[in-house]
């Protein structure tokens, strides 16, 4: 309150202070937290803009961008943002597994898809159950197409 005094004094022409943040006083792992937080409620729109706020300088953002798009079925969208990660972050699995995943959901790209699991087991032998289950559900389908 006494800022706000002191510029009512300075400038009485003002009928209200002006406050300007110079600096951004969350760090990328807050704007992401607050980002999960909206996607959490429904909100996606706040949850974007949390996450573009991180991708700045957390690349693991993208991975969160390209969720939130696959939720909203803005295939395209969320494709791009896992390909930025890729360039970002080439050796994490997650990554691999959830474009993948996209494809699978799709329909399309079913081959990539195959070599995208595959990848995502290479690299996160701990987590080979859980990408074997989106390998299994594309070699199903890429199955029922032939």
Known sequence: ??????????????????IIILKDPLTPEEHINLGVTYEKQGDFDNAIKQYDLAAKKLPRAYLYLGNIYFQKKEWKRAEEYYQKWIQKEPDNADLYNNLAWLYYTQKENLDRAEGLALKAIELNPAKAEIYR??????????????
């Open 133 to 146: 289950d989106t390998l299994e559900k594309i070699m199903e389908i890429k199955k029922e197409s032939h």
């Open 1 to 18: 309150m006494l800022f706000a005094l002191c510029s009512l004094l300075i400038y009485p022409g003002c009928s209200l202070p002006r």
